[in-house]
């Protein structure tokens, strides 16, 4: 998973400032006043986020990384979606070939009305921010980094198939593989942003159907860890600062505005920069910020070996979830 940036560079700023009008403003309708939709089940995604882990790391080329894959796809077809797994091999900063998989899970195809989903669902191979050297080449086991971002994303789809009350715009739900390749701290290579999110870049500019757009698009990372607050992060306020303050409002609405905290954060290489830049769909990061967190600021467990599900909080899970959900059934 990414790095945080706390100087925005002036090419990213350019970019933001030619970004079409729709981009900027976030799309999409006003959040309704009153909780809507289903109850979050947040024992469930608690149970989907073990469940991946119980394949192992998900690192890429391994058995538990193919393993974890199938089970996903089975998942989302499960709940009524159709499922459209995105096949390529990517290169590794390293030149490492990548076998890599983005899974496109899709609620109401036929409405062409739609918004976007994601989260990555690989795991880091090498964990280098432990505080112990000694692990820095050990894979990440990702419960957080990972796991629990897809195991929203798979209540959702099995609330949205369940659910009779349908909604009238379409869900594209995708897990983005090769993620968490990026250059590791004991590497030489130099590290420019472009090692990280391969599978977002290369969906972004190669979408899984032909001109695919979607109102706009929330990425979803590291969202069950304990004490977890979400600031405004700031490729997202760049890109769209109106669809940051309707899912800050929504949270708000459904009881979890201490989740969401109305402050800035820091700025993130991550999926959702591709998404903005190359598939010009205006898409927010739902990420934590730990401000006062001495190991990252992006928490205790981030890129460490205890990145594990005793180190989940249901709790993070089910705030963030409801807050989806409110956001989902707002839209008209």
Known sequence: MKTNILIIFLAACLAACNSNKKAAAGGGSDIATEPVGPAFNADSAYAYCKAQCDFGPRTMNSEAHDRCGDWIMAKFRQFGCTVTPQRVTLDGYDGTPLRSTNIIASYRPELPERILLCAHWDSRPWADNDPDSANWRKPVMGANDGASGVAVLLEVARQLGSDTTKLNVGVDFVCFDAEDWGVPRWSTATDNGDSWALGAQHWSANPHKAGYK?????????????????????????????????????AETVGFGSYFVDQDGGYVTDDHVPVNEKAQIPTIDIIPFYPDCKESSFGPTWHTVNDTMENIDKATLGAVGQTVIQVLYSEK
């Open 214 to 250: 979607a109102r706009f698009g929330i990425l979803l990372d590291m969202v069950g860890g304990q004490g977890a607050q979400f600031w405004r992060e700031g490729m997202s306020m760049q890109y769209a600062p109106d669809l940051v303050k309707r899912v800050w409002a929504a």
